[in-house]
């Protein structure tokens, strides 16, 4: 019982926090207007949200951070900095993660989509999103892919996640995952930290072959043999 008492001691003291910075977010207002829209109480709607975002996302989000880590590890130096340098400079510039940060991050967005695990509905969205005729060499893993849209024909809006386009706006008449963005913006946030202020080296190099189902990660299991976080740059950028 002591063990799990120091275990589950930060989450419960970081509750109350989290709290207090959903009833402070600029869009709270809408949130309790759409719950009583609904005939939902505000509170179990708050509580909805943190239940998608902790729980739900926390699988998904996990196994992604996993193969995205394995990923980085197969880029030149070269990629690895074209990828590094704009997310950096927008971090700076903007004072830290944001909204306005997120988005200035292309390069790292394209790396993030490029990395989306598929899954099985009806069909395969794993195979769905190799259609030649609509992602060129589709097999190969290729970090930049989605950079630009117009000469890469629109290709985001082919993208499964998980029951309809990337592109396509949920509401309560289809079955589009309400909360993409939130994962969206969790991959994007926890990865322009991992890029820009840690290093990392792995047992071994990390190898993909043709199997579908595995969330994405490759064959073996990812170990790492040292991990560095340079959290006095961080501090300084990142305002922790």
């Not at 996990?62 to 590094?84: C, F, G, Q």
């Not at 509401?171 to 991992?194: R, S, T, W, Y």
């Not at 040292?226 to 959290?231: D, E, G, L, P, R």
């Amino acid at each position: 019982m002591l063990s799990m008492a120091r275990q589950h001691r930060l989450p419960s003291q970081a509750l109350p926090q989290l709290l207090k910075a959903i009833e402070e977010a600029p869009k709270y207002g809408d949130l309790a207007q759409l719950c009583r829209t609904q005939d939902l109480d505000v509170e179990d709607g708050v509580f909805t949200i943190l239940y998608a975002t902790l729980f739900n996302a926390c699988g998904a989000v996990t196994a992604a951070l996993v193969s995205s880590v394995a990923r980085l590890h197969t880029l030149s130096d070269t990629e690895k900095n074209d990828i590094l340098q704009p997310t950096l400079q927008a971090l700076e510039e903007n004072k830290g993660i944001s909204g306005e940060s997120l988005g200035e991050m292309k390069t790292l967005e394209s790396f993030v989509l490029e990395v989306r695990k598929g899954e099985r509905v009806f069909g395969s969205c794993f195979w769905a999103q190799r259609d030649g005729s609509v992602f060129p060499d589709p097999v190969r893993f290729r970090w930049d892919r989605f950079l630009d849209e117009e000469v890469g024909g629109g290709q985001k809006k082919n993208l499964l996640f998980p029951r309809g386009s990337w592109t396509e706006t949920f509401d309560f008449n289809n079955h589009q995952c309400p909360g993409q963005d939130i994962a969206f913006f969790m991959m994007k946030a926890i990865l322009a930290v991992f890029l820009c202020y840690c290093n990392w080296e792995l047992a071994e190099a990390p190898v993909w072959s043709d199997k579908t189902i595995r969330l994405g990660r490759p064959d073996r299991p990812v170990s790492l043999t040292s991990f560095k976080f340079n959290s006095e740059q961080a501090k300084r950028v990142l305002g922790l």
